[in-house]
């Protein structure tokens, strides 16, 4: 499915410019992460999340003109097709923090959080330390948080990184949950990362999840209440009693 502007501005009240300028990009070049893709933004939370973090960087306080500026796509675009490879097995967790480390060496901005936010990926498999404001409980939902070294890249001195950081960790533990709800039974067979499995299948472990989503969607009604409206109308629309006994029965 096709995503325009438009979709981004009244599904989500993504700001327009932005919408629109991540709707009319060209797929990169030579991107693992857009491997086989025609256009930038297919409707899938890898890539819709995109635009809607953007957004959520603006009203954290970011410039606009250095959010839709190329430089800022490129670093955005850059960690993707690290994360793609890591996917990939092409490299690993330590080579994919120092590949973007080593791409940032001439853009960092922000030195003091682009520290924080290597001393935190630099565990093996992050997770939240309590000396910390990085990371959560679960590591299969930090497993993207390499994004966050974006930050450290943006130069306005307005954005408040507290802000920012929360409003990232709402939307994709949202998100990653949708995705390992889709794909728990795959990644039981292959022992893949997944929170329902750092959860528990059983009645504990939906409490849980029910809790990250409620949180999720509570944290970003402070930033952008539409988005967190039409989050909440995903949420209602999951039966995690049936997904449960679903796995139950096919193993």
């Known amino acids: 499915m096709f995503l325009t502007a438009q979709n ?22 030579h991107n693992l992460y857009w491997k086989n893709r025609t ?4 409707s899938a939370p890898g890539y819709i999340f995109i635009p809607i973090y953007f957004d959520l960087l603006l009203r954290s306080g970011a ?6 500026n190329n430089h800022s796509a490129e670093v955005s675009e850059f960690i993707l ?4 490879r890591l996917e990939s097995k092409q490299i690993r967790w330590k080579e994919h923090i120092e590949e973007i480390q080593n791409h940032l060496l001439s853009h960092i901005q922000r030195k003091s959080f682009y520290d924080s936010v290597s001393q935190y990926l630099f565990q093996e498999k992050p997770i939240k330390q309590a000396n910390m404001d990085l990371g959560t409980a679960y590591p299969s939902l930090n497993r993207a948080d390499s994004y966050l070294f974006l930050l450290s890249a943006l130069q306005s001195p307005s954005l408040k ?14 998100f990653l949950i949708l995705d390992d709800l889709s794909d728990i039974k795959e ?5 893949e990362e997944n929170v329902l499995i750092d959860a ?3 009645q504990q472990g939906i409490h849980e999840i029910n809790s990250m989503l409620s949180k999720s969607i509570e944290v970003l009604a402070k930033v952008n209440p539409i988005l967190s409206e039409r989050l909440e109308k ?6 995690l009693d049936t997904l449960i006994q679903s796995i139950r029965s096919s193993t």
């Not at 256009?39 to 297919?42: A, F, R, S, T, V």
């Not at 802000?163 to 949202?174: C, G, Q, S």
């Open 81 to 84: 097709n690290s994360a793609a």
């Open 187 to 191: 990644d039981l067979q292959n022992q």
């Open 8 to 29: 981004f501005n009244t599904y989500y009240d993504v700001d327009s410019d932005i919408a629109r300028y991540f709707v009319d990009r060209r797929v990169p070049a």
């Open 63 to 68: 410039d606009k003109t250095e959010l839709l």
């Open 39 to 42: 256009i930038y933004l297919p």
């Open 234 to 239: 995903q949420k209602n629309l999951i039966d």
């Open 200 to 202: 528990g299948i059983n």
């Open 161 to 174: 990184e507290a802000v920012a950081v929360d409003a990232w960790y709402a939307l994709m533990t949202y």
